[in-house]
Nanobody
Framework: QVQLVESGGGLVQAGDSLRLSCAAS????????MGWFRQAPGKEREFAAA????????SYADAVKGRFTISRDMTKNTVYLQMNSLKPGDTAIYYC?????????????????WGQGTQVTVSS
């Protein structure tokens, strides 16, 4: 079993940066694909980014590519999402997720473990 706890959300202005963290506990973290998803009010949860088990291969949604960077620290069992040049359209609850497998999937159903989410609000 894996537990995921997100932190780092907050209220910022357009153009600002935030770094989200996801601390993982439990067995098997090193073997998991890690991802970040987000859900805006009234919308479905959508993929933002994912990273391979070894941390060398990232994947991004087109909406965040070039602005967001996903990384993982194997010594701290933590995954990060560095978000730069934030826009009001990035406002959402951000969720950390983990999956057993090899694919950097963009589908929510692929991921087994989920955190509780952290709110990110970007004002114009």
């Amino acid at each position: 079993q894996v537990q995921l706890v997100e932190s780092g959300g907050g209220l910022v202005q357009a153009g600002d940066s935030l770094r989200l963290s996801c601390a993982a506990s439990g067995l098997g973290y090193r073997n998991l694909i890690m991802g970040w998803f987000r859900q805006a009010p009234g919308k479905e949860r959508e993929f933002a980014a994912a990273i391979s088990q070894n941390g060398y291969i990232p994947s991004y949604a087109d909406a965040v590519k070039g602005r967001f960077t996903i990384s993982r620290d194997m010594t701290k069992n933590t995954v990060y999402l560095q978000m730069n040049s934030l826009k009001p359209g990035d406002t959402a609850i951000y969720y950390c997720a983990a999956a057993d497998g090899l694919l950097l999937s963009k589908e929510t159903t692929y991921y087994t473990y989920w955190g509780q989410g952290t709110q990110v609000t970007v004002s114009s």
